[in-house]
Every structure is written in C-alpha cells, then in structure tokens.
C-alpha cells in the first residue's frame, strides 16, 4: 500500500464529516415561538420501580394525566410547541436492552400524541440534580463521572437516532438541561463536552435542530459564555432560563435553599405595594424564618430577605432585574451574528404552591409576572416557553388532579395571534 492512501482515506473522512456539519444549515429548520413545558414524572418513582409495567408503560409519565384533548387545548389557547422533558437517569440505571427500547419507544409515543395536536415538539433530555446519596444519577454526576457521561453520550446518539424519522421542522433535541458547571471565559469543560454531545447527535441525524444551553445552570451568562463558532452548526437554538427575582419565583420551594423555602406571599410586582404592605409582608416572612430556619441560616436568611425587598420596592430596579438576563443574550447574540429567531426563553415561570404547602402566591401576581416575561421575549423576538403544565409552577394543573385557576393561560390566550 503507497503512503499516499491514508492520506487520502483521512481527508475523505475529513470531508465526510464535514459535509454531515454542514448539511443541518441547508436543511428544514425546526422553528418555534410560544410554547410550554411538560412535566417530567408526576409521582417521582424510584429506580426500584422503573421496569413496573404501569412505569414502563407509560413514559413519559405524563401522558396518563394530559388527554388528548388537553393537548389540543393548549394548541387552541395559541401554543404552537411543547418541551417535552425526558428523565435520562431512567436509561442510565441497569437498563437493558429491552428496557431502552421501551423507553425510546414510549418517547416517540408521546411525540406522536403531540403532534396530533398540532403542535411542535422539543424532546428535553431533562437532566437535574440529585444527591450523592441517590441511585439515580443526577446532573452533577452525569458530567463529572467519566464513565457516566460515556454513558449519557450513547443515550443522545440513541435518541436522535430515534427521532431521525420525523420531519427535522417537527421535532427537536435538546441535549442536556441547565449544566452546573462553572461558565467563567476559563471554564473548557461544558464546551467541550457539548460538542462531544453535539457530535454524538449529529453522527445519526444530520437533520434534526439541536437545542443547546450553556453551563452555570442554563442561565443567560453561561450561554454568553459560549463560542458558537465551537459547533459550527447553523440548525441550532440557543436556550437560556431566567427566574428573576429568584425571591419571588421561587418562594417557600423546599429544593431552592434557605434563603426561600421559609418565603411565602411576597407580590408581584413587589413594587406595586404600599410601603406599609410591603413592610408587613417582609415582617411575617421574618417571623417564620425566625422559627422555621436552622439556626445557622437565621441571619443569612433574613438579610437576603431584607436586601431583596429593599430592591425590589424600586420599580427601576425591579424592572431592570428582569431585563438583564435578555440584555445579556441580545448582546452576545450580536457578537455573534445568531438570529433572534434561533434564541428560546426555555423556562421561566413562579411558583403557585409548594407541595405540601399552603399557596405561596395568588393567581393574579402570577399573571403579571407571566405576562411581564413573554412581554420581554417577545419584544427581544426570543421564542419562550413557560414552566410548567402541572406541580408547583402549574399553569394548567395543580395538584392530586385539581387544575390551577386560569389565570395564566388566559394571559396566553389573550396574546395577539401570529
């Protein structure tokens, strides 16, 4: 054999893997505009209970609580896509072969129902934290365990696999949701291991739109953190989630910290109060916090209340607050020369109620902050999509299948139709 064949055998897969990152910017783009999330389980089953039939057999856990007339619903109400969040964990727990397939075979399943509806779909490898002590992995481990994330790799392959038989404006992927890793100009691992994932995607559908977050949660900063340029991929949207004020989205939430779990009944807009409602409200807070928080969270507690509510009596800073993860973007946006179109809002929402507990907040405050954040999105010409259908930041249900009050959807239903 002459010298000169591996040369040649190397630049022709050189050129075949060019041609398979090139052929996605020629292809049908996937685009979206208003949409929401899915839940992703209901009852939370435990690994122990993943090969049930009654688990297995309807993954996503959703679709036993969302009839097909609640689909068409939210088609009627002006949605026009659904993030469909998939718990990988569930793949990466001895699963078998047989088990994968009835899993990817249950999220096709569930695309399917969507798109009866009319609507479009992003299939959300809906990745969380979880603690050490949990058999089920969670974020943090899936990208910090070498052998995992090989693991997880092979799961974004077989599911875009999947996924290749629908048409690429139907349905999207997105890879990994809200990474935790660090997002300074110095922090390489999130980027490299997106376009490991990315690779992974692309290798089996050349097609598809891939939904892409940066690290430091999702967050407006890490995706200004990334280099586009890095994937060279023009079918791809580009996620960011925003929760601000987090002291108000995320009042009395268990999961969110000290610094919220004890918060209840501050409004939105904080602004819009009377300083005497307003100094009420942080009065009862400061009291429950003073008898419900550890004892070596009392005081950090009370100062992140105190110093938010200051802040947050100011409409300007109220405002600004808001606006600043939307600034960002746009301003890396421009950098880099992405469309506004292939930017997506892909959670934001506040909580109605903490399981467990007596409502945090009332419809109307919920309404208005909805309606402030797709106002944001919209005017940035950013696609949005709401959190979530059901459970503490349900717009459509509450809980033990009782619906939330209306308030939100009517937001929705009022926009102006495109």
Request: charged content about 25%; overall charge positive; hydrophobic content about 45%.
């Amino acid at each position: 054999m002459s010298m000169i064949s591996p040369i040649r055998a190397t630049l022709a897969t050189l050129a075949a893997v060019l041609a398979l990152t090139a052929a996605p910017a020629h292809a049908a783009q996937f685009t979206v505009s208003r949409g929401l999330n899915l839940d992703q389980w209901v009852t939370w089953p435990g690994p122990d209970r993943w090969d049930l039939k009654k688990v297995l057999g309807n993954f996503p856990e959703w679709k036993a609580f969302v009839s097909d007339d609640d689909l068409a619903g939210l088609r009627a109400a002006g949605l026009d896509f659904l993030r469909m969040p998939v718990d990988p964990a569930v793949f990466l727990v001895n699963a078998d072969a047989a088990r994968r397939k009835r899993l990817l075979d249950g999220v096709t399943g569930a695309v399917d129902r969507i798109r009866v509806a009319g609507l479009k779909v992003i299939v959300d490898l809906h990745t969380i934290p979880r603690g050490k002590g949990q058999k089920a992995p969670g974020t943090n481990r899936i990208l910090s365990d070498p052998a995992l994330f090989s693991a997880y790799r092979r799961l974004v392959n077989d599911v875009a696999g999947h996924l290749a038989r629908y048409d690429a404006d139907a349905v999207a992927l997105e890879l990994v949701n809200e990474p935790l890793l660090e997002c300074g100009r110095h922090d390489t691992q999130w980027p490299r291991q997106l376009v490991d994932l990315h690779a992974a995607a692309r290798a089996v559908n050349p097609k598809i739109t891939l939904v892409v977050q940066g690290a430091c949660w999702g967050s407006a900063d890490g995706l200004a953190a990334l280099d586009p340029k890095t994937l060279g991929d023009a079918n791809v949207i580009w996620s960011f989630h925003a929760y601000d004020p987090f002291i108000l989205t995320h009042q009395s939430a268990s999961w969110a910290g000290e610094d919220v779990k004890h918060l209840s009944g501050l409004a939105y807009p904080f602004s819009g109060l009377r300083r005497r409602e307003r100094k009420a409200a942080v009065d009862v807070n400061l009291e429950r916090i003073d008898r419900d928080a550890p004892n070596g969270q009392r005081r950090k507690a009370a100062d992140f209340l105190v110093k938010n509510a200051e802040r947050l009596a100011s409409p300007r800073r109220l405002k600004r607050t808001m606006r600043e993860p939307f600034r960002t973007v746009a301003r890396w946006a421009a950098r880099n020369n992405i469309p506004h179109d292939r930017i997506l809002l892909g959670e934001f929402g506040m909580i109605r109620q903490e399981y467990g507990k007596a409502p945090a907040t009332r419809p109307e405050w919920r309404a208005a902050y909805y309606r402030d954040m797709i106002a944001l999105a919209e005017e940035n010409g950013f696609s949005w999509a709401m959190w979530s259908y059901g459970g503490a930041f349900g717009v459509v249900d509450a809980y033990d299948g009782e619906k939330a009050a209306p308030d939100v959807m009517n937001v929705v239903r009022a926009l102006p139709r495109r």
